[in-house]
């Protein structure tokens, strides 16, 4: 631990609107802890989000919340006054269908103006000697007025930004476009905050090159050292709970908290991300840290849901996590973000240690697309992990990705064809495909018949014009086949919504809409169809062992093998009338049968 200075340096980190009010911000509550272990600093940390849910009503908030781009439309007109019939216009139209009783815009304004002022009335500001704001998604103009209205009452305390949405040339626009920040971190946080507060302490000259500052500093040319993740100390969570319990005194609040495993992606190649701006290099903890850390977590907060904020778990070290957690007995309730995974005793090892939520990384069914977006997966792998999540009971969260430009028309006409094969499986909603800065696909536009990229139209309704030449987003729009894209994937979007509301409306949904029954000699398979009616089918000797053996993908190769009694053109024969009846998917030389075993309600997975 080093020395301080003879007053000792304080500082307060702020996460503005608008994370989920049951989540604290894993950010402030990881820098807590490690500047705290490492100094002997003072770190007191704020979630002025909990005051603006409490103020406007926690529905309100979530759906605000939920929208993102209408969180930072209320911010904007305090910010730019000239922007508030732009920004209300972008708020309706993040509601528009959806949500149309949220509010009056002006009030909610107000709501949020008043909520600011208050809490900056109850904060002691002027006793701490840094601020730091913490800037992730649609964080960006709420933290900018935060940080404007600080420096109108003090002038010299220190401001720094940091976060996902303040990396490489996003946080250098940001740091050149507003006078408000003093100091801005591009990358990981702990060290350089640790080392910003050694500066302004007097306890370093110079400030490493990963900190943007307004003093003519000789930057060394040493980056600052990545942290080793096993090393870090726990996250410190408790100013949220206080908060929380003085706020919401007469509400139970179990929160759900905030887990991170890995920094970065073992796979990053996908063409669309850029997601892991913020970390170039990808490092994990080991699956004991993780444990220890979750357990600690669980006792300490007396909290059963977690939510890992990895981009992707790493493999081998999440079933070492998996099959110790499992072993403790206590009921867990995970969510986390993977890629696809195509081993069943692998995906059910991590049901039985608690992950009920997955968000896979699905995002196409054309397999031509599928390569684009470089995702190294296929329509076959997509499907059958959507399928496996079905059998181990996991709620299964999956995007696709529509409006892709330079989608060919062969490739609707594939996903449309692909689409009915998965109408069993848990629902995919349609994202609509934005150009994230520093994505792969930013570095050869061309290739994705993209002619040139702009400004994102929903950022032109909440930054003034000459403010937002001058600055770099990470959302962005670009010129091309935009429109076409949009009338290609029109019957896309409603294949979706028609699959959502066949699920939503289902009546009996403990039975899963493609499953069978096993008579041993014989398989009933019942099948529900979108119009609701019910197939059944019965397979008997060899047809309900093949049905069986293709439960994983399968190539037809090894079922004449393993089946040498059939012959090519009558198992050709067979394979056509599952698929033609969508009771199995084929894709190349690979057939998968998608029915599920039924298991009851209550039986345990
Ligand atoms: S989309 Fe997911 S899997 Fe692909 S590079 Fe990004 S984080 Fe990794």
């Known amino acids: 631990m080093e020395g301080d200075t003879p007053t000792p340096l304080s500082v307060a980190l702020v996460s503005m609107p608008w994370p989920i009010v049951n989540r604290p ?35 309100t908030y979530a759906r605000i919340a939920r929208s993102g781009w209408a969180g930072e439309a209320l911010f904007a007109p305090l910010l730019f006054p000239e922007m508030k019939s732009q920004a209300n216009q972008l708020f309706r139209q993040s509601f528009a269908r959806k949500d149309p009783a949220i509010g009056d815009f002006e009030e909610l304004v107000e709501q949020v103006e008043k909520s600011v002022s208050l809490w900056l009335a109850a ?22 007025y935060l940080a404007a209205k600080i420096k109108e009452k003090h002038p010299f305390l220190p401001i720094v930004f940091g976060g996902s949405s303040c990396a490489g040339k996003v946080g250098a626009s940001l740091f050149e476009s507003f006078p408000q920040i003093d ?87 996908c063409s669309f991300c850029n997601l892991n701006l913020q970390w170039p290099d990808y490092r994990f903890k080991s699956g004991d840290r993780m444990l220890a850390e979750t357990v600690y977590l669980a006792k300490t907060h007396a909290c059963l849901q977690f939510a890992f904020a990895d981009n992707a778990l790493p493999p081998q070290e999440a079933d070492r996590f998996f099959t110790s957690i499992a072993a403790t007995g206590m009921d867990f309730d995970f969510f986390a973000e993977m890629r696809v995974i195509s081993a069943q005793p692998q995906l059910e090892l991590y049901s039985r240690g608690g992950l009920r939520t997955v968000q896979i990384g699905i995002e196409a069914l054309s397999s031509s697309l599928l390569s684009r977006m470089s995702k190294g997966t296929t329509v076959m792998d997509n499907i059958a992990a959507m399928k496996l999540a079905d059998s181990c009971s996991m709620h299964l969260e999956g995007n696709l990705i529509i409006e892709f430009p330079g989608t060919t028309t062969e490739e609707i006409a594939e996903t449309l064809t692909n689409l009915d094969f998965v109408l069993p499986f848990a629902p995919l909603q349609a994202a609509a495909f934005f150009l994230g800065y520093g994505a792969p696909i930013c570095e050869s536009p061309k290739n994705f018949s993209i002619q040139a990229i702009r400004p994102h139209s929903k ?35 409603e294949k979706l919504s028609a699959f959502q509301h066949f699920h939503k409306e289902r009546k009996n949904k403990a039975k899963h809409p493609l499953h069978y029954r096993d ?16 197939l059944l089918h019965r397979l008997r000797g060899i047809s309900r062992e093949i049905y069986l053996f293709c439960a994983i993908p399968q190539r037809i190769s090894e079922i004449l093998r393993v089946f040498p009694t059939i012959a090519a053109p009558a198992l050709d024969n067979f394979l056509n009338e599952m698929t033609g009846k969508r009771l199995m998917f084929r894709e190349g030389s690979r057939i998968l049968s998608l029915a599920i075993r039924y298991h009851h309600p209550y039986a345990k997975v």
């Not at 820098?31 to 705290?36: D, G």
């Not at 930054?463 to 935009?482: A, H, M, Q, V, W």
């Not at 008579?519 to 019910?534: D, M, R």
């Open 183 to 269: 100091y801005l971190i591009s990358g990981e946080g702990e060290e350089a905050l640790l080392h910003l507060c050694r500066h302004l302490a007097g306890h370093e000259k110079s400030l490493q090159r990963n900190i943007l500052s307004r003093q003519p500093l000789v930057k060394p040319d040493t980056q600052i050292p990545r942290v080793n993740l096993n090393d870090l100390p726990y996250p410190n969570f408790s100013p949220y709970f206080q908060e929380i319990r003085k706020l919401f005194a007469n509400q139970i609040f179990i929160p759900m908290l905030p887990l991170e495993f890995s920094r970065g992606c073992w796979w990053n190649r």
């Open 519 to 534: 008579g041993t000699s014989f398989l009933i398979i019942s099948q529900e169809q979108i119009s609701g009616s019910v």
């Open 459 to 493: 950022n032109k309704k909440l930054f003034p014009e000459k403010i937002l030449r001058g600055l770099t987003l990470i959302n962005n729009s670009y010129l091309g086949d935009r429109m076409r894209q949009r009338k290609l994937w029109q019957p896309v979007a």
């Open 123 to 144: 904060t002691d500001i002027a006793s701490y000697h840094l601020l730091g704001l913490s800037v992730c998604f649609f964080q960006l103009l709420p933290s900018l």
């Open 25 to 59: 911000s894993l950010q402030l509550a990881t820098l807590k802890s490690y500047v705290e272990e490492k100094s002997t600093r003072k770190v007191d940390c704020f979630h002025p989000y909990l005051h603006l849910a409490k103020a406007i009503g926690i529905d």
